[in-house]
Structure formats: C-alpha cells, structure tokens
C-alpha cells in the first residue's frame, strides 16, 4: 500500500552542466502527468512517462528539470544585399532632396531584417542524459516517501477494521439474543392469552396466529444474511490492505458495500445498543474514506 502524496529532488553536476529534477505527487483518481522542461526537451516527454509509470498507476505527477551550464554561442547573419539596396536607395533619396551628408551604418543598425542573431544548434544527448538519471533519482525518492505515508494510512486503516470487525461481532451477539427475546416474549404472550381463552379450538386458533405472529417478528429482526454479506466484505478489505500496487480503488468499492450492509443492520434495528454501535460502524467508515483518497 502506497499513499499518493509524495516529493522527490536529484542534482546531478557532469563538467559544466548542472541538472535538477524535482518531481511531486499528489491526489488524482488516475494517473496524470505534467511536465516542465527545459528547452529541446519535449521529444523526450514519452520517455520519461515510462520512467514515471514503472513506478506509480494513480495520481497527477508534476515533473520540473532545470538544466544549467554553458550554451551556445548565437552567430551574427548579415543580409549584404538588403544593406545594399538601403544604401542605394538613401542615396537616391539624398540626391532627389538635395541633402547633406553620406548614409552610413546608423541608417542599417535600426533595420531587425539585415542583422540577426541566430543560436546555434548544440548536442543535447549529454545534457539529457544527466536529466534522465537524475529524474530516476528524484522518482526513487518520491516513491520512498509514498511508501512510508502508504505503511501509515495501512496502520491506521487496520485500526479501525479491527474497530468495525470488533462492533460486528458485537452486534451479532445482541441481534441473536434480541430474535430469542422477540420470540421469548411472544410465547409467554401466547400463554397468558389461552390461559383466559375457555374453548380449545379458539385456544388453537389463536395460539397458532400467534405463533406466526412472532415467527414473522423475529424474521424481521433477523440481519444474519446482512452480517454473513458484512463478514465477507470486512475480510475482503483485511486481504486488500497486504496486497502489493494500487489498492485505492478497490479499497473504496468495498466500503461503499460495507456502509450498504451497516445501512440495512440499521434500518432493521430495534435494539438500542445494536443502534448504537451501527452509528459507531459508520463513524469509522467515514474516516476510512477520508483516508482512503490519499491511497493509491
């Protein structure tokens, strides 16, 4: 069991190129990924989602790499033969106008189309190397950090699975001892009624309503298929909570049929105490779902 938050940094330095990943994981239904990278890198993008999915299925993964050191000198481009037509046509002007002065190069330094300044293209497979060990370092140790949050939500988790497993004994006992009570209390019905009943067929009629009567009673009361449905959830979730990748999903469908059973242990009971610890039930499961979201 692993949590979905976590944070991880590597700094690499080869020669003159220092690379920094840092890689930070939060919440998210299922797996998202977003990356900040430095320039010429975006062809990498599907490379380092490999790298990331080998070691997390859910989650929104932000992914930052700086890259620092020498860059390429930019290189002048001069277009000669626009600069001579500009000079021409100054020229031109000059004598239509009848204008002091020879056109020089401050007329052309203003004009962004004669000069430019192009970057030359550099080898970044050195570069992208470094980023790509120090992304793996940094996913290392964001996973470690899941994995120590995850063994802290499973704690927590199987505290109050014992709770609810603990409370559902509990209630097994008392609905039991309630159905005998129900049935208990309808026969000594039966017989304070017959004893004032004089005819022996009246005394049969009634004394076999009654008896349906408190069979009916009893099966209402009766939440031994909800608790076998309950039982079998609660240890479906115990078997969930030790199996390795991502459980979250599981983990939540399985409460979701927890709180469905404890809902109709509730509606069908008259017991105070079984009431009580119903809410009880319910009280964990609503923390368990909380915590739950942070599992991936």
Do not use: C
Not at 20 to 42: C, D, H, I, T, Y
Not at 176 to 200: H, M
Request: aromatic share 4%; proline share 2%; no cysteine.
């Amino acid at each position: 069991m692993r949590s979905m938050t976590g944070f991880g940094r590597a700094r690499l330095e080869r020669g003159d190129f220092q690379v920094q990943a840092e890689v930070r994981s939060l919440n998210q239904r299922f797996l998202e990924v977003k990356f900040n990278l430095p320039r010429g890198w975006n062809e990498r993008e599907s490379e380092f989602r490999k790298l990331i999915g080998a070691v997390a299925e859910r989650g929104r993964i932000e992914v930052s790499i700086r890259s620092t050191g020498p860059k390429a000198a930019g290189r002048l481009i001069v277009n000669d033969r626009l600069a001579r037509s500009y000079i021409e046509e100054l020229r031109a002007l000059k004598k239509r106008l009848a204008l002091d002065g020879e056109p020089g190069l401050d007329a052309l330094l203003s004009r962004p189309e004669i000069f430019q300044v192009v970057e030359q293209e550099t080898d970044l497979g050195s570069e992208i190397a470094l980023g790509r060990k120090a992304l793996q370092l940094a996913l290392k140790a964001m996973d470690a950090e899941r994995v120590r949050e995850g063994k802290s939500l499973k704690r927590d988790l199987s505290s109050r699975l014992a709770k609810i497993q603990a409370h559902t004994k509990q209630i097994g006992r008392i609905a039991e001892e309630s159905r005998q009570a129900i049935v208990a209390g309808f026969q000594k019905r039966v017989r304070e009624l017959l004893a004032q009943t004089n005819s022996d067929d009246l005394k049969l009629v009634e004394e076999k309503r009654l008896y349906e009567d408190a069979a009916f009673a009893a099966q209402r009361a009766d939440i031994s298929e909800e608790l076998a449905r309950l039982k079998a959830h609660l240890q479906a979730l115990g078997e969930l909570f030790s199996r390795e990748g991502a459980v979250g999903k599981e983990i939540e469908f399985w409460l979701q049929e927890v709180g469905r059973e404890v809902n109709t242990v509730g509606s069908k009971s008259q017991h105070p105490a079984l009431s009580r610890l119903t809410v009880a039930i319910k009280g964990e499961l609503e923390k368990m779902r909380e915590q739950v979201q942070n599992i991936e």
